[in-house]
């Protein structure tokens, strides 16, 4: 607990310049791999910003590598509390193996799509459940 804690105060304190303009700041992330037995990192560590259409995070991700994302989102249908968005960009820390799917890569270098679907449980907190390759992924959203 105290590896991740110190984790994410370095985050924050290196996207502290980003917060003051950002929308929403995305914290925790936990996955879950329905489709798979193999032994997935299931605690990613996320630490992120939604800043307008876009996007910026870090994260373990499920080969326990440091992962950096970037790209954009777009809102497709808010229904009450509930709000389905696709998130897309540029992700590093993985390789074209690391899918089931086809994946264009190069190096360490993806590119991604992940629909998302977030829960409003009032107007500043919000928790989130997305698919990103065969990844099921749950951040808690919060937003000022």
Not at 87 to 93: A, D, M, P, S
Request: hydrophobic residues 40%.
């Amino acid at each position: 607990m105290w590896a991740f804690t110190k984790r994410v105060m370095a985050s924050l304190l290196l996207l502290t310049c980003t917060w003051v303009a950002a929308d929403s700041l995305m914290l925790g992330l936990s996955t879950i791999h329905p489709l798979s037995d193999y032994d997935y990192n299931e605690d990613n560590s996320l630490v992120g910003v939604e800043l307008g259409p876009f996007h910026f995070a870090t994260f373990d991700n499920s080969y326990n590598v440091r992962s950096y994302a970037i790209g954009g989102q777009t809102d497709l249908y808010t229904y009450k509390n509930l709000d389905f968005k696709l998130r897309y960009g540029v992700v590093k820390g993985y390789e074209k193996d690391n899918f089931s799917v086809p994946v264009p890569c190069s190096g360490d270098l993806c590119i991604y799509g992940a629909p998302e679907a977030v829960f409003n449980i009032n107007k500043h907190i919000g928790i989130g459940a997305g698919l990103f390759g065969e990844a099921v992924f749950f951040p808690l959203v919060i937003t000022w």
